[in-house]
Each structure stands twice: as C-alpha cells, then as structure tokens.
C-alpha cells in the first residue's frame, strides 16, 4: 500500500467533547422554575411545565416551566417598569454591559457550545466555531453601537419594550442577534425561545445578571406558539421581532396589524446556490456542504437550490455525490460529526414527507450508503435531481439536509431560475470571474448574496430578506433602526370631509375639462367609467375626477412593473427629479392658484405649499446619487458590500392634508430610489394630482414610472395590500385606513409604512425626506470575498 491508497483507506476515530460540565449545569437547575421575569427566576402561574428531549437520543433533558398569558404579562410589566431608567443610561453604560456580557459568554463559550449541540442536535464544530463566536462578536459589537448612538442615529430614541421571538435553528445565535441590538438601542426586552429549545436561553440569563444587567432590561419567557402568540398581542409590547417560519410571520403581520407596533419579521428562504461553467467545482461543492448540510440544513437561508450551468453539471453533480458519501452522520458531540439529528420527530417526519412528495412530483432522490446511527432523529444527506421548477423540493422550505439540482443554460436563464421563488433571503454565486458575479448579484432578488461563499454571518452587516422572506435586517448600521423610533406627535389624523356638492354652482369659466387616470405614461379613462365630483369647502364643484377600481389598479401595477425607470443610472434619475422641479416651478402659480380656491386656504400658505413642494422634488433629486450604501469589513478576509436597492413596485396612499406637499414628499424620495410608483392620492383633492401629471408627462419619466389612479382610498388601498405584485406600500391615513393596509398586505408580506393614524407635520425638514429615502430602499448585502 502506498501512502495514498494508505490515506484513502484511514477511518476517523471518535473525537468525542466531554459533556460532564453540562450535565452537572442541567443536574444543578430547577427548570420548573426557569422563567426569567424581573430579574427573578420563577415558576409559570399556572405550575404547567413542558418536556426537552435531546435530538441524538430522545431521552428527556429538562422540564421546563410554560408561561401563559399571565406570565408575559408580568414579563412585559418589568420590561415597562425597567424601560425609563435603562432609555436614560448613558450609552457609556449601556455598552459596558454589552460589552461584559459578551466578555462573560466568550468565559462560558464551551459550555454554551455544549450546552446548544446537546440541546438542539448541531455538531459541536459548529457551535462552537459558529454560533457562540458570532453570537460573542453581536454584544460586542453592538457595544460600540451603544456608546454612540445618539451621533449615528439623531433625532430617533428607543422604541421602547420588544417583543421578541426565536426559533430552535439556531437558539443563542438568534437571541443574540434580538437581544444585543435592542439593549444598544435602550429598548427592554421580552424574548422567548422555542419550546424545543430553552437551554442556551437559561444560561445567557443567568449571565447577564453576573454582567449587571439592570432587573427587568432582560425577561425571558419559556413556551410555545400560544406563549409567543400571547407576547404578540400583547398591548404594552411596541416591538415585535420574530424570526420563524413564514406561515407564522403572517400570522404575526395580521395581528399587529393597526397596533402601532413596530415589526421586523426573518423568515424562511429557498437560497439558490449558483454554479456557473467558470467557478472553482471544488470549491463550489465545499461551499455545498456549508450551504445545505451545515446545521442539516435547517437554516433559513440554507443553498437548497443547485442551480448549475448545464455544462459543467454532469461533473458538479459526481462531484457532490462523492463528497456526500463521506459526510459523517453522528453524535454531534464528536467533533468528526458533520452531520448530526434533526430537531425533533415532527421535523424528520416533515422533511421525509417533503422527499417524498418531490419524488412522486418526478424528482431523482439519492442518497449516500452511510449508516443511520440508531438513536435520534436522523436523516441522510439527499440530492433531487431532474427537478422541475414547481416541484415541491423546488419551492417549498425543506428544512433539512435536502438540495434540490436543477441546471440553466445561459446566464439570464439562471438569473430566471434563482428569482422563480416567493422568497428572497440569500444566495450564493460560483464563478471565477468577478465581473459576472458584481453583474449577477444585484439581479438577483435576495437579501444577503455570497459570492465563492456561503452561509457568512457578520455583527456589522445586516441580514434579512425581500419579499416573503420577511422585512426589517439584523446586524449592522440598517438592524439598529429596528429598534428605534422618532418621537411622534399624538394628534390623529383625520380625512377632510368633502361637503355635499352643489349641484347647482359649476364654474363655467373656462373650457371643461375631463382629468384622467394616469397610467404607463398615458392619461386613460376608468375602467368603470364611473366619475366623483370635486368640490371646494363650499360645495361647489371644481371638477369629477375618474373612480379608480381594482382593473384599474391592476393595470398601474402592471405598468409600473414593466417600467423602465429602475434600470436608470441614479445621476440619471437625478436629472428627471430636477427636470420634474423646474417644471412645477413654471406652473406654480396655477398650483398654488388651485390649492388657494380648493382647499380654501390663504394664497400666501398656498403659494409656500408649492414652493415647497418643488424644493423637496429638488432636494430628493439632489440626494438621488447620494444616499449610498456602505462597505463593512467583517473579521474574515471579506468586504461587505451594502447595496441601497428599490424596493421595487411601490403603493402610495397620499393624505388629504397638504395634498401637494404630501403627494411630492411621498413619490419624490421613491422615484429617487428607482422605485416605480401607484399613487393613490388625496381622495377629498385628488386635482391636485390630475395637474402633477401634466407636469410628470413633460419630465421626461419613463412610462409606469409613476401611474395615478384617483378613487376611493379605502378600496384601493385595499386592492393595492393585496396584490401580490406590490413590493411595498406607504398609506397615510386615519387609524382604519392604516390598520387594514398593514393587515391586508400579509399576503405577500409586502413592506408597509403607514403613519399608524396620527396626523405628520409635512412642512418638516429635511429629515422627513430622510426617513422616507430610507423607507425606500431595501439593503443588499453582497459578500466579496479576496486573498488566494
Ligand atoms: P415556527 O414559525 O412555528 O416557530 C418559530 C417561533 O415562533 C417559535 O418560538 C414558536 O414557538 C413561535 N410561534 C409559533 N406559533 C406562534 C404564534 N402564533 N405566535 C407567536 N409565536 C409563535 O416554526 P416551527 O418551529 O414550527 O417550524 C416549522 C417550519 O418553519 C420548519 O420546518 C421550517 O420550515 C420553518 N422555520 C423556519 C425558520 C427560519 O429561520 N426561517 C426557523 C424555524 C422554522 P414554539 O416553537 O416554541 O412552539
């Protein structure tokens, strides 16, 4: 033999991690009592506990005490009572004890890496080198966020206490991920771990009041889905933080809905893994093993789609196969394991099933010869192939060690192929050539890209995901707005009533005239040929205005999706944005003239409302190729690139207070930001809008850019929540009209902004185009890796 065939040969032994600290840590705690409220461990009020059973071998852990409603009550309670002194902690404070807590898990970090692969079934390499370092660098890092929080983000305070919710996936990575960010922002915290997973959570507890956390800043409740459910309605939570299955973050979408909570959602993913002709096959198939089989793939933005060019897909696919084959199933305290149990019985019943199921669709399943081990939850590592783009495996989040291969021809077939899913969390792209993967990453419609790389999670870089992959980012400058809030006024908002029109008072003082819909750059008449009178205070009718329907919609949808605009150069959008100001300017006394004689307002507060209005046009033009992205550079030999990306078709409802000014403020940071845009606008002076168009349709705007439908703001704002083409939508309105927005938008899980019906001060200053270019981006972070 020679040493080759000698190494080919070689077995692994056992490298096994002693698990005696954890378990004398599990013998030494009273689980029954293992609710942290206020800085006391207690008891659920009920005395109902919950078994945890260890993955690798079934047998019971602990028995962990339940909260019901009347536990997160006395949990939220704390959070409030604790919240003024924490808000007020200097930022100094605030990141000293970010700071020690971290210091003290990176003390404790074997026993929290032993802890979690006993807990949650994941080989103890990856605890340890994953999970407990990155959750260690999230409060330290965040401790810098602290200290300096009131330069990086003026004007904003916390947002007061979070409600905050995590899966099994990865338990103390996910808290860290919830709680460090929101202590930086002075927010208090409810968080509850998932039922199969508390263990982690009890430990990190018992840390921070070592770390001196104040009592109450922490609170964490054990229990399921009716204890997370009881966090989220509940009426003193303004915070809600929920990372989780996509199907319970809608749930979660409705339920807030019209509550004024903030909400930030990490859902599920369907990451497409991108192998083109040119990349690195070796390389590409050790990314494969990170990407699907880390955490036996059940991780949200696990590469469980293969999309290979079909050129090199025979050899990528032997490739994979062989590598499979010497993936080690196993004790996840053997640190040889790669792969170890799934969570739970209803997992691995859930992700056979899933095989299954792709099978029957027409899916090749295979599997490697590797021996289950004979206790847990086991399941092999599998690759579907000559799967259809509707197969199940295709669409549907498996979550487990299941890749599903499908191969494209070209590069704009791939592009195709990885954006034919409704979610949008990460993907991966395989190629030498860092020109085709810089072309390909923005194409793509994902929250986090990697390119040669996988699965790299950063404290300085934010993740999270477009579309049904939920909304809001962790990590990063962009995951600390989630916890904060500016200061709103409390006045409501309220519609103007439109008096009963006069039918006997017209103004035939000059030719009539027939304002239109405004859609794909042309005026059209309603599709319901129905049409509302316009009146001024008194009464009398200054003009009818077409009534908007869903076809109507329907058909500003399509126009702003097959617009041209979001392709356009940010210097050019500029240019369109200042052409648009100058022409309002010409016109501005006919605005100004029509705001007078409409609204009944004074002409010196109408003729400011216009000035106004081109100014703001002029300053979101003047930022259009400013409000840029950010580069980090994350402790790897990585750069991280924070793309500012549209949004992509938005919704606008506009208020009927300053029906200009608000009309301009809303459209102009969105189209500044490439977005498309379907204004809705004031419904008691839509006019207003029906004369911006004439001076949108001599701006040079490319059709669908921006489309107008005039109508009934209530039943359009409800057909445009609902449509599953709309990427976001903006609503001002009274507190019904942004409560069924936010409600009727959980369809799609489109980004919603309202004013949750309090009245806004649009003769704000610049910080108000701000807020709004910001509400008009969604972040992109693109891994770069560099070195040989
Ligand atoms: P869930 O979305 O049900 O659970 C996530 C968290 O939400 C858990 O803490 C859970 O409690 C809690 N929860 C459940 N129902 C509610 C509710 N109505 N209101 C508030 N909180 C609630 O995921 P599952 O654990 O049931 O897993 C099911 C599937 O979801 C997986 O197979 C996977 O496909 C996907 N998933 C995706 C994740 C991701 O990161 N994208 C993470 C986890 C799952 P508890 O678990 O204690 O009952």
Not at 397 to 413: D, H, I, K, S
Not at 592 to 600: I, M, Q
Not at 731 to 737: F, P, T
Request: with cysteine; aromatic share 8%.
């Amino acid at each position: 033999m020679n040493i080759l065939e000698r190494y080919a040969a070689m077995d692994y032994g056992p490298a096994p991690e002693s698990r005696s600290e954890a378990d004398a840590w599990l013998k030494a705690h009273d689980f029954s009592k293992a609710l942290f409220i206020g800085g006391k461990w207690q008891a659920a009020a009920s005395g109902k506990t919950f078994s945890v059973f260890e993955p690798a071998s079934g047998k019971p852990l602990a028995e962990v005490s339940e909260a019901g409603s009347e536990d997160v009550d006395a949990a939220v309670k704390a959070a409030q009572k604790a919240l003024p002194a924490w808000k007020k902690t200097s930022g100094y404070e605030r990141a000293r004890i970010l700071y020690a807590i971290g210091r003290a898990m990176q003390r404790h970090a074997r026993l929290f890496a032993v802890l979690e692969s006993i807990d949650n079934g994941k080989p103890i390499r990856e605890s340890r080198d994953i999970d407990v370092p990155l959750a260690v660098r999230h409060f330290i890092h965040h401790a810098g966020w602290a200290q300096t929080l009131e330069k990086a983000y003026p004007g904003y305070e916390a947002a007061g206490v979070a409600g905050q919710i995590i899966p099994w996936n990865f338990p103390l990575l996910m808290l860290a991920w919830k709680i460090a960010p929101a202590l930086a922002a002075g927010c208090t915290v409810v968080l509850k771990p998932a039922e199969f997973t508390p263990l982690t959570s009890l430990l990190f507890a018992e840390i921070c009041a070592r770390a001196g956390v104040p009592k109450g800043v922490v609170n964490i409740v054990q229990g399921g889905g009716e204890t997370g459910a009881a966090i989220v309605e509940h009426p003193g939570i303004d915070k809600i933080a929920f990372t989780g299955s996509s199907e319970v973050g809608k749930i979660i979408r409705r339920a807030t809905a019209g509550s004024g909570k903030k909400l930030s959602l990490e859902l599920g993913g369907k990451s497409a893994f991108m192998v083109f002709e040119d990349a690195d096959l070796d390389s590409a198939v050790e990314g494969l093993v990170d990407g699907i089989w880390f955490n036996q793939g059940q991780v949200c933005c696990a590469g469980s789609r293969l999309l290979v060019q079909e050129s090199v897909a025979e050899t990528l696919i032997a490739k994979v196969k062989a590598r499979m084959g010497h993936l080690r199933l196993g004790d996840p305290l053997d640190k040889n394991t790669d792969i170890g149990p799934l969570i739970a019985p209803v997992q691995l019943e859930r992700v056979k099933g899933m095989v299954a199921e792709g099978a029957r669709q027409g899916a090749e399943c295979w599997q490697p010869a590797s021996d289950l081990p004979h206790t847990g939850y086991f399941h092999l590592p599998t690759l579907a192939t000559s799967v259809a783009p509707a197969n199940v495996l295709a669409q549907e989040e498996v979550f487990g060690p299941v890749l599903a291969a499908m191969t494209f021809r070209t590069q704009e077939e791939g592009v195709a192929l990885a954006n034919n899913t409704r979610y949008g969390l990460a993907a991966s792209i395989w190629t030498e050539n860092v020109n085709r993967a810089l072309h390909v990453a923005p194409q793509l419609k994902a929250g986090v890209v990697w390119i040669n790389g996988t699965n790299m999670f950063d404290a300085s870089s934010g993740f999270g995901g477009y579309r049904e992959s939920g909304f809001g980012r962790e990590g990063g400058h962009e995951g600390l707005y989630e916890y904060l809030k500016k200061p709103s006024g409390k006045t409501a908002y309220k519609p103007i009533p439109m008096p009963e029109p006069d039918k006997e008072v017209g103004s035939a003082s000059f030719i009539d005239r027939t304002p239109k819909l405004f859609i794909g750059g042309k005026q059209v008449r309603p599709d319901g040929n129905y049409a509302i009178p316009v009146t001024d205070q008194k009464g009398r009718i200054h003009g009818e205005v077409g009534a908007g329907n869903r076809k109507d919609i329907r058909d500003a949808v399509s126009a702003a999706r097959a617009s041209k605009w979001g392709q356009a150069t940010a210097y050019n959008r500029a240019q369109v944005l200042y052409f648009l100001a100058e022409n309002l300017s010409v016109r501005a006394g006919e605005f100004a003239a029509r705001l007078e004689s409409l609204t009944g307002t004074r002409a010196k507060a109408a003729q400011a409302e216009v000035d106004l209005s081109i100014e703001r046009i002029f300053a979101a033009a003047s930022l259009a190729d400013k409000f840029e992205g950010r580069v980090h550079q994350p402790p790897a030999r990585v750069v991280t690139l924070a793309l500012n990306e549209p949004v992509g078709v938005l919704g606008i409802v506009a208020p009927d207070e300053a029906p200009l000014l608000a009309l301009v403020t809303l459209i102009a940071p969105a189209l500044a930001m490439g977005n498309a845009v379907v204004a809705v606008p004031s419904q008691r002076y839509p006019l207003i809008a029906t004369d911006l168009y004439q001076v949108i349709e001599t701006s040079d705007l490319p059709a669908g850019g921006v489309n107008i439908v005039t109508g009934a703001s209530a039943e359009l704002t409800d057909v445009l929540a609902k449509h599953d083409d709309v990427d976001g939508l903006w609503c001002v309105g009274d507190s019904d009209l942004c409560a069924l927005a936010e409600r009727e938008s959980a369809g799609n899980l489109k980004r919603v902004w309202t004013n949750s019906g309090l009245a806004l001060d649009w003769s704000g200053d610049g910080e108000l185009l701000e807020d709004f270019l910001r509400r008009a981006i969604e972040i992109k972070n693109v891994w770069v890796p560099y070195g040989d």
